[in-house]
């Protein structure tokens, strides 16, 4: 197969002609302007349509550097640290609990989904697994790291294509419905945000006159992110020689919440850019430019080979997710605005990832207003919690099926 890869400078144009493209959509399609699809979902997942269409018709497929896709991850997730406040996280303690309670419990829900209809499909039990929390809640990472297991040890030869066409699907249908079901949760109860909430912690609402970005606010913001990363890393080399291993943008996450919450209160004077607009506008940017490049780069045609049977089973998890979202993580969570936004969340990270969750939640809130407790307990689930639980959760089941 003949391939045409993309250098970093090749892919960032394309990225940004992507984020183009979704925000004219957005504009001329009032379906996705009124049930808040994020930009970079709906015009990424037409490149991606384009992509696939072009290596049906030439057999030729376009590979895109993923390096500064990652790059472009850490810097979110740095500014998103830098946007956490200590009185917010605090606040946050019993709804973060809450929400990792009921994000564990769906965890075995959507393998017993998974492995229950594999059964009544005839099917392998471990391909319910597959198509369970390791494609699903886990991504395309994770489904790279178990794909080997079931080749090996189960004899699910296609394992990682299943794996990696059913973590496309989530990725995919995770940004698509998160906006809907928040929009219909904030109409049928009214919901408003608090009065106190009033900058978003990504991106600036479309109706707020008072923005301010100079010269001297973005190179400041720009420099503590620097620094932030830096920490970042720092904790990450630790944490490896102690044996615990998490993604760097995790740990960039945790010394952007430490400087934000410690730096401020012992230098005075000191002009910090957490709730700033420059800061918003960074990681509006590279949330942005994360998502396109992961959605354009997506192999839409390994959906065309997973099967009806994968496929039916994948309707159920979407299925799953939305009851579950509805019945469970909104009234859980309060049934008040932030449990809303929260709601639009987790159903990007029950079938996507963070980002993608993140993205559906900034949707919502550049329409609705602010809700920044739910950009500190939904990425802190997502990013860090959920993925140790999962780890566990899908070894115990592996364990069982034997």
């Known amino acids: 197969m003949n391939t045409l890869q993309l250098d970093l400078r090749q892919t960032i144009i394309l990225a940004i002609l992507v984020l183009y493209l979704g925000k004219f ?7 996705l302007q009124t049930f808040n699809i994020p930009d970079a979902v709906s015009g990424g997942v037409i490149a991606s349509l384009f992509f696939g269409a072009y290596y049906l018709l030439f057999g030729s497929q376009i590979l895109f550097d993923l390096g500064v896709r990652d790059a472009f991850l850490i810097i979110f997730f740095t500014t998103l640290g830098l946007s956490s406040r200590l009185d917010v996280l605090l ?5 973060l609990l809450i929400l990792l309670g009921t994000a564990v419990v769906f965890l075995i829900a959507q393998n017993l989904t998974g492995i229950l ?9 471990p391909f319910g697994l597959l198509a369970g929390s390791i494609s699903l809640s886990g991504g395309h990472g994770t489904t790279i790291a178990w794909s080997p297991i079931f080749q090996a040890d189960y004899g699910i030869e296609n394992a ?14 995770g940004g698509v419905i998160g906006g809907p079901l928040a929009k219909f949760l904030i109409l049928k109860y009214q919901l408003q945000p608090d009065e106190g909430d009033q900058d978003l912690s990504i991106s600036i609402r479309a109706d707020q006159d008072d923005v301010q970005i100079d010269y001297l606010t973005l190179l400041n913001a720009i420099l503590v ?12 080399r630790i944490l490896v020689d102690f044996g615990l291993r998490l993604p760097p943008f995790v740990t960039c996450l945790l010394a952007g919440i430490a400087l934000t919450n410690t730096l401020p209160l012992l230098f005075r004077g000191l002009k910090w850019p957490g709730g700033t607009a420059s800061l918003a506008l960074i990681a509006d940017v590279c949330l942005g430019l994360f998502l396109a490049i992961s959605l354009m780069s997506l192999q839409l045609w390994t959906l065309a080979d997973m099967g009806w049977a994968i496929a039916l089973i994948l309707a159920l998890q979407l299925l799953l997710s ?26 990007g990270l029950t079938l996507g990832a963070t980002p993608t969750a993140i993205a559906n939640m900034t949707a919502v809130t550049e329409q609705f207003g602010a809700a ?14 959920i993925d140790l639980a999962n780890a566990l959760v899908i070894q115990r089941f592996l364990t069982a099926l034997g």
């Open 25 to 31: 959509l957005t504009k001329r399609i009032s379906f």
């Open 91 to 95: 606040k946050g303690g019993k709804p």
């Open 117 to 125: 209809a594999a059964a009544a499909l005839g099917l392998k039990l």
């Open 160 to 173: 990682s294509e299943i794996g990696l066409a059913s973590a496309t699907f989530g990725l995919v249908f």
């Open 225 to 236: 992110i620097a620094v932030a990363i830096g920490l970042g890393f720092e904790i990450h």
């Open 322 to 347: 939305i009851i579950y979202t509805l019945v469970f993580v909104f009234p859980l969570m309060g049934k008040n605005y932030t449990a809303a936004v929260v709601s639009a969340g987790y159903s």
């Open 372 to 385: 920044p407790q739910a950009f500190i307990i939904v990425p802190l689930v997502g990013a860090f919690f």
